[in-house]
């Protein structure tokens, strides 16, 4: 897979590469990588097949675009978030409230989530793309939990990351897809003390 995307500059040919990115974007979403194709894209969004590959080489070029928009997108939220709450002393306060603004996030990329391990071995640019994404977050979170981290007594704290953020990518899948927010936030109350209680 190649990012040789083409990139518009009039403004009609620009809105007709965002129609084709929220078109992809809602099928994604709705049936998976796998189950769409860039026939689909096109019809959805309302233009000919061949302008699809006018500005991409194929789905997974299409994908990767999303990607990296709600990531980037995601990414500066997860700073605002972690700014305001690092001045808060509340430590299980702070992590519940953290993790309910982070599955808001999170729930945009719930169709990624869901075919990400089998997309990444296929186009080894989603791959690279997802890894060195995952580390820019890890390398966030762990200033975030040094700043927390006052008395110095969460010990193995690189360790302790790589294994919450196991935990918590696959609960994000299981909460996005719970309809009543009660249930989220029990969800979220358990997952929170699990996390709570295993780091501290």
């Known amino acids: 897979m190649q990012q040789n995307i083409r990139e518009p500059k009039q403004k009609r040919a620009i809105e007709k590469k965002e129609s084709l990115i929220n078109a992809a974007f809602q099928l994604f979403n709705e049936k998976g990588f796998y189950n769409t194709n860039s026939k689909e894209i096109a019809k959805k969004a309302g233009v000919s ?7 991409f080489n194929d789905k997974s070029d299409i994908f990767l675009e999303i990607l ?32 309910i603004e982070n599955i808001k996030l999170l729930s945009e990329l719930a169709f990624i989530y869901k075919d990400i391990e089998t997309i990444k071995k296929e186009y080894e640019e989603i791959g690279k793309y997802r890894d060195k994404n995952k580390q820019r977050i ?24 790589e294994i919450i953020q196991t935990t918590i990518d696959a609960n994000y899948i ?3 897809k719970l309809e009543n927010k009660d249930d989220k936030l029990k969800f979220i109350d358990e997952m929170v003390c699990l996390i709570y209680n295993y780091m501290f």
Do not use: A, H, P
């Not at 709450?85 to 953290?98: A, G, H, I, P």
């Open 68 to 99: 990296n928009r709600i990531s980037e997108k995601n990414y500066l939220e997860l700073e605002k978030i972690l700014e305001k709450l690092s001045k808060e002393n509340d430590k299980k306060q702070l992590l519940k409230s953290f993790f």
């Open 138 to 161: 890890k390398i966030l979170m762990m200033s975030f939990f040094n700043k927390i981290n006052d008395e110095e007594n969460i010990k193995n704290l690189d360790i302790k990351w």
């Open 174 to 176: 299981l909460i996005s």
């Open 49 to 55: 097949t061949g302008l699809f590959y006018n500005y």
